[in-house]
């Protein structure tokens, strides 16, 4: 065989690889999906705080984890990212709202109460009858909604809150108590070492996706892959844990970008205030519970890698913070940063919970929101 048929040939080997390479992650993508809708078993998850105590006796724990890791997530310009509508056994998404339970006995002389914040609002951990705005509808016979959004910070509720407003021309809210519930992610997310401004966790993900100068590159030609092994971690509930805990975040060795954390959320708590009071509205900042603050018993998670210490150490830096600039701002404050102390089986992790615990936060949203 000649030299030059030699070459053709393995040129022809090397881009049939790099061709079937190139073509794996939508076709193992594809497969997978077919399988999994047909028969219902690999789309179950592996997320291990289903098999927590606190979940012995609940019957939907199971179905639920596997449910919520195969919700989507798509971008939206101003808010950057909402859930896909979903309809299952445990959660239900409907135009972007997490179903809430509504009251069997409505009183229509009652506030409404709008809860914005992240995923401890959304409901990661519960079914859709045990997110505390359920169960605070329930409660108080009030009319309801969840604005919840996994990973969202302060000033991604403010834009949604905005949304919300120019899309149904609200301009009168009387009758309405808005409620920001918030600390958990801005600490987490923006205490990171790599996120800049009021930017969120994606931000630099989303900028690399867009067209750009660097539009041919080895990076998007294997992006593909990137994207499959993070969609098998969540599958299987693994977490990206960063093997350099403490350069990870930022807030505790930098006093000034700790300072700049807090002071940024309270000023979107009052950027909201004033929005929410001079539409004759309410509104409410709460500061939520984080298993690191406070005193409750988390032996049980084992929250001891150097990742969980590193954000430890993060809510202790800034938490003290925002109750200061809280307290000098002309808003309606309530820290419930300790509202889980002693309780024995509350959190899941270092900062969702299950439903018993949302019925302790909700006997103290019940006493602190309802009008007198």
Not at 264 to 291: C, N, Y
Request: glycine share 6%; charged share 20%.
């Amino acid at each position: 065989m000649s030299w030059i048929k030699v070459t053709f040939l393995n040129i022809f080997i090397t881009f049939s690889l790099l061709g079937m390479l190139l073509l794996a992650p939508p076709v193992v993508y594809y497969v997978y999906t077919v399988v999994a809708n047909s028969t219902g078993v690999i789309a179950r998850s592996f997320d291990t705080r289903a098999n927590l105590d606190l979940y012995s006796n609940i019957v939907w724990a199971d179905s639920h984890f596997d449910e919520f890791n195969r919700l989507n997530t798509t971008y939206y310009d101003f808010i950057s990212w909402r859930r896909d509508d979903f309809a299952g056994e445990t959660v239900n998404i409907s135009n972007g709202l997490r179903a809430t339970t509504a009251p069997r006995n409505r009183n229509d002389n009652a506030n409404d109460y709008y809860f914005f914040g992240g995923s401890t609002t959304w409901g990661t951990g519960v079914n859709d009858d045990n997110t505390y705005p359920s169960i605070f509808a329930q409660r108080t016979n009030t009319q309801v909604i969840n604005f919840g959004e996994s990973g969202y910070i302060a000033r991604q509720s403010l834009a949604l809150l905005t949304n919300f407003l120019v899309k149904n021309s609200m301009s009168d809210l009387s009758g309405k108590h808005i409620v920001f519930y918030d600390g958990v992610n801005d600490a987490s997310e923006r205490c990171r070492s790599e996120t800049n401004g009021l930017g969120t966790s994606q931000e630099v993900e989303i900028q690399n996706s867009l067209p750009s100068n660097r539009r041919y590159s080895f990076r998007k030609l294997f992006e593909q892959w990137t994207h499959l092994l993070q969609d098998v971690n969540k599958r299987l509930g693994i977490q990206n844990v960063s093997p350099i805990a403490n350069k990870t975040y930022a807030c505790l060795s930098d006093p000034s970008r700790a300072e700049e954390v807090a002071k940024t959320l309270v000023e979107t708590w009052q950027l909201a205030s004033d929005l929410v009071t001079q539409r004759g509205g309410k509104f409410t900042a709460i500061l939520q519970p984080v298993a690191f603050i406070g005193n409750p018993n988390i032996d049980y998670l084992e929250l001891t890698s150097s990742n969980d210490l590193a954000l430890s150490v993060q809510y202790e830096a800034v938490y003290p913070l925002i109750r200061r600039f809280a307290a000098a701002k002309s808003i309606d404050f309530i820290d419930l940063s300790s509202a889980y102390d002693n309780c024995d089986n509350c959190y899941i992790d270092f900062c969702h919970v299950g439903p018993q615990a949302h019925q302790i936060l909700v006997d103290s949203l019940v006493s602190k929101l309802i009008d007198e």
